[in-house]
Structures are given as structure tokens and as C-alpha cells.
């Protein structure tokens, strides 16, 4: 039958909705759900090293978190508008969202006299451009943390760190790769003794996060476009892994996106290099590289929970959602985590 969007609805409780962070990252929960479905096991992060197989390489998203929420003034000083940065298209033009929008040709006054006109309107955000170039300094300097919106509260100083992952390195995504907050150096420590290899993509997180799915059916879904890149030695790696029948172990879902995007099917491997995807992966979909996936909890009828529930299952998924529910598990970006693997 049609996969409807609304199949993967799920009730929340609204006080289950992570509004700070574990108080240290490998505190929070691991709820581990094998791939096709199975016995579920209540785990910490902390547990993940030694929950991995022997021979697994596991592959990060270094992406980097801008601080890209900006506050201005409608025309300088009317009303406050909210504005994320996204994506930068030339040395002054941004790809943004504004809350409330104004028409085309408004004018928004920033810190040290910067003036954004408002340049036409796409897919729900703007072309936003500014009279000079805004820089990662000067985002450093008046930029907030791009906090999603189901955290309710404005972001704070600790922010800066936690919602941003500990071997984050090329800076350009808008929202944070959840699912690598929780490392920490002594985890990945650990892991490094166990033998495990590790490698890195960069997929920079843009309007494809943001967007709820709006179609009736799944398929119909279009999503947005994000850059990312594969190093030489990372594809070296996976190809080695893929050889050798060793499990691929993603981090986030970002991790997964940029492997199945870089797969090259005619050659048998994955491609190093850098390109922008618009992969959408949902049930029916064959995973070319990926064995095995942490993920945090997901917003209901979103991309991200559809591309888990093709990858163990969506009755196993939406089981393994009541289930957390049921343990108060922490849900969403600053919320706890899932480990989806392999039968054992």
C-alpha cells in the first residue's frame, strides 16, 4: 500500500522533550533496537563502547554549528524580527528563515549598522541580502545558538558548547548533528582502545532539518538540498570495511545520508570528493553502506524518523518510540539516544 505521512505519527508527552542537555553527554540513555525488530535493552552511552562490534568502523559528521540566529529590526527600528542564517549563496547572500517574514524588498537593521534587504522568497524561507559580507566573526560577535524551536527558552552561554559536538571542525550547519553530542574525548578514547576505527564525513545541516514533510504520501516528499564531503582516507576506510565484511557504523543521521549519497553503485564503492545531495531515504529503500546507526529520538512526520524506520523497520521503530515514552526517555536534540544494530 501507499506509506502515508501520518504513519509515522507518535504521541509525546511535553515535559519529555529535552529543554537542557544530560548533565554530562554520556550520561544520557541508550535504548538499543536490533534492525528488523527483536528484544529491545535499556543501556547509558557510557555502555556504547563495549555495545560495538570488534571490527566496526565508525564513521562522525564534523559539520560545525554556526551561531547564526541574528535579531533584527523591521526598517531599523520597527518591529524585532528573529532571522536564521542557512545557507550562504556569495559573499553577501544568505539563504534564511524570518520570523515574522516580511515582503520582498523589506529592509532589516542588525548590530554595527548592517542592513539586509529581503530578496525574493523560496520554499519557505528568503533570499536575504546584505550590504557587506557577514563573516564568521561577526556572526561569533552577535549570533545565538540556532537552538530548534521545541526548546523553549532562549539559548544561554553553556550552549555554545553543548550544542555543539566535541570534534565538530568545518563550521556551517544550522542546526547541531544530535546524535554526537553525546561523545565525549574519553569515549572516543575508549573506543580508539577497543581497536575500532574512526572516521569523519562533513554534511552541513540546512533547510532539509527544518522542513516538516507536508505530503499526504511519503514518496512525494522533496528534500532540500545539502553539500557534504567525503575525505579520501574516509572512503579508503569504508571501502576497506565493505571488502572485508566489517560493519559500518554511522553516527546521526546526517552520517547516513552523506555514506548512501557518496555510494557509487556502478563502481562498487563509496566516492570521495564533495557534492550536494537530495537523497530521501524511506521504507523500501536499500542501504548500500550503512550496518548499523545512532540516532536520537525524532519529531514525529519528519524526514528523519521515516529514513530510521527504513533502516530497522517502522513497526520496530514506533515500538521502540511507545517504549521510551513509556521510560521517560529524554526525546529530541538535547534528549537521550538509540543504538540500531544488528541481530545478535
Known amino acids: 500500500r501507499v506509506m502515508k505521512t501520518r504513519d509515522f505519527s507518535f504521541e509525546i508527552p511535553s515535559e519529555l522533550i529535552a529543554q537542557q542537555p544530560a548533565a554530562r553527554r554520556e550520561q544520557a540513555r541508550l535504548l538499543c533496537v536490533p534492525r528488523g525488530g527483536g528484544a529491545l535493552r535499556h543501556r547509558n552511552v557510557a555502555d556504547l563502547p563495549r555495545l560495538l562490534p570488534d571490527d566496526a568502523l565508525m564513521v562522525f559528521n564534523d559539520t560545525r554549528v554556526r551561531p547564526c540566529r541574528l535579531y533584527g529590526r523591521r526598517g531599523g527600528n520597527g518591529r524585532r524580527i528573529e532571522v536564521l542564517l542557512l545557507d550562504r549563496q556569495g559573499e553577501s547572500e544568505w539563504t534564511a528563515l524570518l520570523r515574522p517574514r516580511p515582503a520582498i524588498g523589506a529592509e532589516v537593521a542588525f548590530a554595527e549598522e548592517y542592513v539586509a534587504v529581503v530578496r525574493g522568497h523560496e520554499q519557505g524561507a528568503v533570499r536575504l541580502g546584505f550590504d557587506r559580507p557577514v563573516d564568521d566573526e561577526y556572526l561569533e560577535r552577535h549570533g545565538h545558538v540556532p537552538l530548534p524551536p521545541y526548546i523553549r527558552r532562549p539559548d544561554a552561554a553553556g550552549d555554545r558548547q553543548r550544542y555543539q559536538t566535541v570534534y565538530a571542525q568545518q563550521a556551517g550547519s544550522a542546526a547541531a548533528p544530535t546524535a554526537g553530542l553525546h561523545f565525549t574525548s574519553e569515549l572516543l578514547q575508549q573506543i580508539d582502545e577497543r581497536g575500532i576505527e574512526r572516521r569523519f564525513v562533513t554534511l552541513h545541516v540546512g533547510l532539509g532539518t527544518f522542513r516538516p514533510m507536508r505530503t499526504e504520501n511519503v514518496a512525494d516528499h522533496r528534500m532540500h538540498r545539502e553539500w557534504y564531503t567525503v575525505p579520501d582516507e574516509t572512503a579508503a576506510a569504508v571501502n576497506a570495511a565493505r571488502r572485508d565484511g566489517r560493519p559500518i557504523v554511522a553516527v546521526g543521521t546526517t552520517s547516513v545520508r552523506t ?20 537523497l530521501f531515504i524511506y521504507p523500501g529503500y536499500r542501504f548500500q553502506v550503512v550496518d548499523e546507526m545512532v540516532t536520537n529520538f525524532h519529531t514525529p512526520q519528519s524526514s528523519l524518523i521515516v529514513m530510521v524506520a527504513a533502516f530497522a523497520g517502522r513497526d520496530p521503530i514506533l515500538e521502540a518510540y511507545r517504549t521510551a515514552v513509556a521510560e521517560r526517555y529524554r526525546f529530541f536534540s538535547y534528549g537521550d539516544a538509540m543504538y540500531l544494530h544488528r541481530r545478535q
Open 259 to 278: 555514506l548512501e549519497s557518496a555510494w557509487d553503485t556502478a563502481a562498487g564503492g563509496l566516492r570521495a570528493g564533495s557534492a550536494e545531495t537530495e
